[in-house]
């Protein structure tokens, strides 16, 4: 069964310092979508993309944050300068059809120090 | 703006009975989806329930809608060890989804 892959699954860094959170969605899907979830809290949405562009954003989702396609199959997303309050866990999200089941990967463990 | 709430907070039950949990939200939606996460790792897609739907079942889950209170309840039947888990709604109304909290729920052998 096609699954949506992020890496890496955990990521420690540095305050300040820029990562790039990695995801391939499912092949034929056409949205995708960041969520965060600091630990233990409830998931929040940080920003959706389809046709190679942002097509909404929440108030999280603030300069430090970008999103990227690079290639027919990656979906990145870029924090710039890093900040204790980014150490969350990040989930990437895909679906077929803008309004269907978004289907979610393992998760990127970010741990800012 | 939206927001799924869900309750109670945490559920802890014997083996083999049914468990009830609720969500409700604020806006109006197209779909609501209900997601397990065991500790630490990620959404896994349970069933999604259309605005259109009053019910809906998977195996042994069940859904129920109802938009004229803005809330869900998902009942899991003859409950097992291994959903043990945090159970969370999420409303879809443009793309995003809006989730609650969460119901901690603990199956007791």
């Known amino acids: 069964e096609p699954e949506v892959t992020q890496t890496p699954s955990h990521q420690v860094t540095q305050m300040g310092q820029e990562v790039i959170l990695r995801c391939v969605p499912i092949?034929?899907?056409?949205?995708f979508y960041w969520y965060r979830q600091i630990l233990g809290q409830k998931v929040e949405f940080l920003v959706s993309f389809y046709n190679n562009e942002i097509s909404e954003k929440s108030e999280i989702f603030d300069d430090q944050f970008s999103v990227e396609r690079p290639d027919g199959s990656n979906f990145t997303l870029k924090i710039r300068s890093t900040k204790l309050e980014d150490s969350a866990m990040y989930f990437c999200a895909s679906d077929g059809g803008g309004l269907e089941t978004q289907y979610f990967g393992p998760g990127t463990r970010l741990l800012v120090l | 703006s939206q927001q799924g709430e869900e309750d109670p907070q945490a559920l802890s039950i014997q083996e083999g009975e049914n468990a009830t949990m609720n969500c409700s939200y604020k806006t109006s939606i197209n779909n609501l989806q209900w997601y397990r996460q065991n500790s630490g790792r990620g959404l896994v897609h349970l069933i999604l329930i259309r605005s259109n739907e009053r019910e809906k079942h998977s195996g042994r889950l069940r859904v129920t809608l109802d938009t004229s209170k803005k809330s869900s309840s998902l009942l899991i039947t003859a409950s097992r060890a291994a959903d043990t888990a945090s159970y969370f709604c999420?409303?879809?109304?443009?793309?995003?989804?809006?989730f609650g909290q969460g119901t901690r729920l603990t199956i007791n052998p």
């Open positions: 092949s034929n899907h056409l949205y």
């Open positions: 999420g409303s879809l109304g443009a793309q995003k989804l809006v």
